[in-house]
């Protein structure tokens, strides 16, 4: 059982039932892996899904969040400030640091940079990457 945290994107991607990614989705409602979310990110999946899709689909997905057992809610207390790129991006990389996330799921290349920081330690991985894994 791993620790990850998810992109917007790549939880959009992933939550579809018709999906290629929809095993990663599956690993989380029966506990093969954790995910690890905080309320920035909550707050970023419900506005982004919501517009992407419809208001019922955004509540399905943030109910399965919110109810797992197996979700892992943090609260990081330090910003490191290092997605230059898009700022934004940084609450997934606070979260991963706090959670002692294994990985980012991200297909997000402003997530690049972070293969450039021995600290902090945070390793990204492709959404096709972590399906084979799993």
Known sequence: MARLVLDTNSLI???SSRSPYNDLWRSFQDGRNVLCVTTAILEEYAEILTRLTNERFSEYVLNVITNNPDTLFVTPYYHFYVIYA???DDKFVDCAVAANAKFIVTE?????VLKNYAFPNVEIIR???IIRMI
């Open 13 to 15: 991607q992933c939550a």
């Open 86 to 88: 898009d700022p934004d």
């Open 108 to 112: 997000d290349n402003h997530f690049n």
């Open 127 to 129: 959404l096709d990457d």
